[in-house]
DNA sequence: AAAGTCATGGTACACTCGTACCATGATGAC
DNA sequence: GTCATCATGGTACGAGTGTACCATGACTTT
């Protein structure tokens, strides 16, 4: 097993010249992304993660151990991220819940690089995973989750009409996001097109 | 290369005892079908495929070629079982545009084995090649491009007031069936609940 | 100064996979 | 009756993969 949570007796090292464990770990999970983003889950081997990192493949192992570990560990970083940038877009706009809420949903769309990688890493993984063992990680199920419990607290503070129905509101926002950003991924539609989608269901929610 | 169309001068062996090409083909493709049931598209070798057909290496190759030959044959397949089932569903109801509609969005939804099995494959198949090559071969867009035209000929059938963005509702009802379906298969959702999400995004559509 | 740990490289092993090749009955054509 | 063609089996080969194993400098600790 790797380093672990090493109780460090050694509080040496933070500023040394060669990367830092973290430094290392991130070098290699960005190789990852890159691999992944132009060859599929398949094209990433030890090997070609270890080139495309710079490093060699016995470093890879060690700071990852083995292959499902590797992956289980750039799931747990997408999703992290993708958590991350979720909370990011949710602060940065002003405290209405209707904007809160958009926010939040656009960021599950590939927009930029970033998050189109992250959702093809996303996709890959996860469906892998379903397909190959019949269950994804508990991370993979945690961003959606967050997502319609997100969505859920900003329709409630929105004040709806009594008549809304929240629960399904929310399923409906998030697996439609999900849907949206298939499409995307997929070429069938441009982010453009589907957020224009998107706001059409949001008129008409907040309408309603 | 297989057989091919082979304009056959001999109309010899019809009703053979042995099985007829079209049958073997059938027997072949079954067999991928419960193996990236549960195993995955990883788990579809020649071999575990052979093995589970019952017959030998050769005869896959014989009869499919290549690797990427084979799963091609195997999206085309799943491709038009699909648009079978989506036809016959959309027969099986009365002329009400409405009720034509749901019964043809509701095809989409694993509900049954059957359904289950070809969105597994779908996306198996759909996800490594967009994956892996960037783009998925053509019959992997027409399922769902079918299905936004014939959303669009419902609505349209159905008399909706004027005011009503018929392209952009299409949209909206395709990807939230694409995402509905992925929740089921995830196990997130039953197929009960997204069912009745789907008829309440349908309610608020007809009822506007 | 010795010893131990950490971070790293190189490499060999066993295995699986896709594919190509060779063989052989059966069936129909001439 | 000979011969080509079809449908099928068996198997060998080369490539790639994950992983385990051994080696070696650089630091820390004692």
């Known amino acids: 097993m790797p380093p672990e949570k090493t109780v460090t007796p050694s509080p040496s090292r933070p500023p040394s010249p060669s990367p830092s464990r973290e430094e290392r770990r991130r070098q290699i999970l960005d190789a990852v992304g890159r691999i992944i983003l132009d060859g599929g889950l398949s094209g990433a081997t030890f090997r070609s993660i270890a ?59 590939p927009t930029d690089d970033d998050s189109r990688i992250a959702m093809l890493m996303y996709v890959s993984l996860h469906t892998s995973w379903l397909m190959d063992r019949g269950s994804a990680p508990e991370d993979s199920y945690a961003v959606p989750r967050l997502g319609h419990a997100t ?42 097109e589907v957020i224009a989608a998107l706001d059409h269901q949001l008129n008409r929610l907040f309408a309603g």
């Open 51 to 109: 080139t495309e990192a710079g490093v060699s493949v016995r470093l890879v192992q060690y700071y990852f151990g083995t292959r499902d570990e590797l992956l289980l560990a750039v799931q747990e970083d997408v999703a992290a991220r993708s958590t991350a940038r979720l909370i990011d877009r949710l602060e940065a706009t002003d405290g209405s819940p209707r904007e809160g809420l958009r926010a939040m949903l656009i960021s599950f769309i």
């Open 151 to 192: 969505i859920v607290d900003h329709l409630e503070r929105a004040g709806l009409g009594e008549d809304v129905d929240i629960d399904t509101e929310a399923t409906l926002l998030m697996t439609l996001v999900t849907g949206l950003s298939l499409w995307v991924l997929d070429g069938m539609h441009t982010a453009e």
